[in-house]
C-alpha cells in the first residue's frame, strides 16, 4: 500500500480509517419513490442521512431512533424502496452513466447479491434490458430476490463463467459493467478477515482472471458502447495493470475516459491515466477502483463457442390468448408497457423484454424475464414478483394496509381489516406501494406473501 498510494495522501491517515467502522448508506430506488418523497415517508425514523456526492440517490446514514430495529426489518426496505448498498460500490453504475447516453441493452457480468443491477435498473427507467450473470450458482437466488424485492421489470438471468460472453455474444452490448472478482483489499472495514488469505502470488492469479473476463466483456461490447471495470481491491496488479493490459492488446480500439468530472473533488482519487483509485480516507469510504473506457472500432471476434444452448422452452403468445391476459392482468392491476413481451412455456406466462430476444439461443437464461403468471381451469395464478414490479397501487382494486396490518402480512399471516375491500382480488398496498395479491374472504384477506419470504422477529412500528 506505501508503493502504490499516492504521496499527497497520508499512509497513517490510511491505516486509522481501514480500523474506523464503516459507514452505512443506503440507495433510494427511484422506480418506486421520488428521493424527496422517501426522506418525507423515513422522517419518523429520525436518520441523519447525508448524501453521497456521486449519486444524487445515494445517502450515508446514521440512525438516533430505534437503533436496534435492523434496516432489512423496516417496510420501506421490505417494499423495496431502498438498497442498503456501501457507498463507493455505487461508483461503477455512475461512472457508466457519466456520459449521459441512454443505452438500451446493459450487461452486468458478476452481477450477485444485485446492489448496482438494481442501480441500473433505476437508471434505465426498467427501459430497454439489463443482463444480469452472476458464475456462483448460490448467488443466483439471491440476486432474483433482490430484482423481485425492488420490481425490477427488464433484467434476464444468467449462470455462467463471464469469460463465455465475447464468444457467445459478439457485439451484443450498448455497455457493459465488469464488477470484477478481486482480493477484496478494500474491504477490509466492513470484513476483518478481508486480508486472511492475503498474498502477492493470490493477486495476480486473480489478475489474470480479470484479464480474461475483460476481454470477454470487451468482445461482447458494440463499438461506441461504454465499459466500466471495477473492483473492491486497492492494489495495482488487478487495477490499473489489467487495464493497461487491455490497451496494450487492442491498442487502435480502446479509449480511456477521465473520470475526473464524475462527481465534486473526484479529482482527489484521480490518477494520471483518469481513473479513480479510492483509498478508504479519501471519502471515509470503502477501497475501490473505477475506470470507464470507450470501444472505438471492431475487433476480430472470438471462436465461436462449441457448446450446445439446447431447445429454447417458451414460444411467443399468440395475439388472441395475449389479449385475454392483458385484460385479466388488467382487471387486477397489473400493467406493463410495449417494452415487454407475453411468452409461455406449458401452463406458465412470462413477460421478456424486447432487448432480450435477440439473444434467444446464443445462451441459456436461467430467467429470461418476469414469470407473470401460471394458467388454471378458473384463470390466472399471479405472481408475486410481477405484482411487485408491474401492479399499479392506483388501480380501484387496490387497498391499502395500516401498518399493523402490513406487519401482519410481512409475517404471512391472514389480514382480517377493519374495513371490507370492494373486490375479493385484492391489491395490497402499504405506504402506497404494491405489496402482493390477496383474495376476500369473508372478512379476511387470504394472505399470498411467498413462504420464504416471511418475516420472523421485530418489524417495523409505529407509523413506518
Same mark, same amino acid.
Given at each position: ?236 496488479? #488487478? @487495477? ?7 490497451? +496494450?492488446? /487492442?491498442?487502435?480500439?480502446? !479509449? %480511456?475516459? =477521465? &473520470? ?77 408497457? #410495449? @417494452? ?7 401452463? +406458465?406466462? /412470462?413477460?421478456?423484454?424486447? !432487448? %432480450?430476444? =435477440? &439473444? ?98 421485530? &418489524? ?5
Amino acid at each position: 500500500m506505501r508503493e502504490v498510494m499516492p504521496s499527497a495522501l497520508s499512509f497513517d491517515d490510511f491505516l486509522a480509517a481501514c480500523q474506523r467502522p464503516l459507514r452505512r448508506s443506503l440507495r433510494v430506488n427511484t422506480l418506486k419513490i421520488s428521493v424527496d418523497d422517501f426522506l418525507a415517508l423515513t422522517s419518523h425514523y429520525g436518520w441523519s442521512l447525508t448524501p453521497i456526492p456521486w449519486c444524487a440517490e445515494g445517502f450515508w446514514i446514521e440512525r438516533d431512533n430505534d437503533a436496534s430495529l435492523p434496516l432489512g426489518s423496516t417496510a420501506e426496505h421490505l417494499s423495496g424502496l431502498f438498497y442498503i448498498q456501501e457507498a463507493s460500490s455505487m461508483l461503477p453504475v455512475a461512472a457508466l452513466f457519466a456520459d449521459d447516453t441512454s443505452p438500451q441493452r446493459i450487461m452486468d457480468v458478476a452481477a450477485a447479491p444485485g446492489s448496482k443491477t438494481t442501480q441500473i435498473a433505476a437508471r434505465m427507467g426498467n427501459q430497454g434490458a439489463i443482463l444480469a450473470n452472476e458464475f456462483s450458482a448460490s448467488r443466483v437466488k439471491v440476486l432474483h430476490a433482490n430484482m423481485s424485492r425492488c420490481g425490477i421489470g427488464n433484467v434476464a438471468l444468467t449462470h455462467f463463467d463471464g469469460r463465455v460472453f465475447g464468444a457467445a455474444l459478439p457485439e451484443m452490448f450498448d455497455a457493459i459493467l465488469l464488477d470484477a472478482p478481486c482480493s477484496g483489499e478494500g474491504v477490509v472495514r466492513k470484513d476483518p478477515d478481508a486480508l486472511k488469505n492475503w498474498s502477492v502470488e493470490s493477486n495476480l492469479e486473480i489478475a489474470a482472471t480479470q484479464r480474461e473476463l475483460l476481454n470477454s466483456a470487451f468482445h461482447a461490447l458494440r463499438p461506441g458502447g461504454t465499459l466500466v471495470y471495477s473492483t473492491c481491491t486497492l492494489n495495482r496488479d #488487478e @487495477n490499473e495493470s489489467v487495464v493497461e493490459w487491455l490497451l +496494450e492488446t /487492442w491498442p487502435e480500439a480502446v !479509449e %480511456i475516459l =477521465p &473520470l475526473g468530472d464524475l462527481f465534486p473533488e473526484a479529482e482527489r482519487a484521480l490518477t494520471d491515466a483518469g481513473f479513480l483509485h479510492v483509498f478508504p480516507q479519501i471519502y471515509d469510504c470503502e477501497g475501490f477502483f473505477v475506470a470507464r473506457l470507450r470501444k472505438t472500432q471492431s475487433i476480430p471476434p472470438l471462436p465461436a463457442p462449441t457448446y450446445k444452448v439446447g431447445k429454447f422452452p417458451f414460444s411467443p403468445m399468440k395475439n388472441r390468448e395475449a389479449e385475454n391476459i392483458i385484460l385479466a392482468a388488467n382487471a387486477v392491476g397489473i400493467q406493463w408497457n #410495449e @417494452n415487454l413481451h407475453l411468452w409461455q412455456r406449458d401452463k +406458465e406466462v /412470462w413477460l421478456f423484454s424486447t !432487448e %432480450i430476444e =435477440p &439473444l434467444i439461443g446464443k445462451v441459456r437464461f436461467s430467467r429470461p424475464g418476469i414469470k407473470l403468471a401460471e394458467t388454471h381451469n378458473k384463470g390466472y395464478r399471479w405472481q408475486h414478483e410481477a405484482v411487485i414490479a408491474l401492479a399499479n397501487p392506483c388501480h380501484d382494486n387496490a387497498f391499502e394496509l395500516s401498518s399493523q396490518e402490513a406487519e401482519e402480512w410481512y409475517r404471512g399471516r391472514d389480514v382480517y381489516p377493519q374495513r371490507s375491500p370492494a373486490t375479493d382480488d385484492v391489491l395490497v398496498t402499504f405506504q402506497h406501494q404494491p405489496i402482493g395479491l390477496a383474495k376476500r374472504i369473508g372478512s379476511r384477506l387470504k394472505n399470498s406473501y411467498p413462504r420464504e419470504l416471511v418475516r420472523d422477529g421485530k &418489524l417495523f412500528t409505529g407509523n413506518g
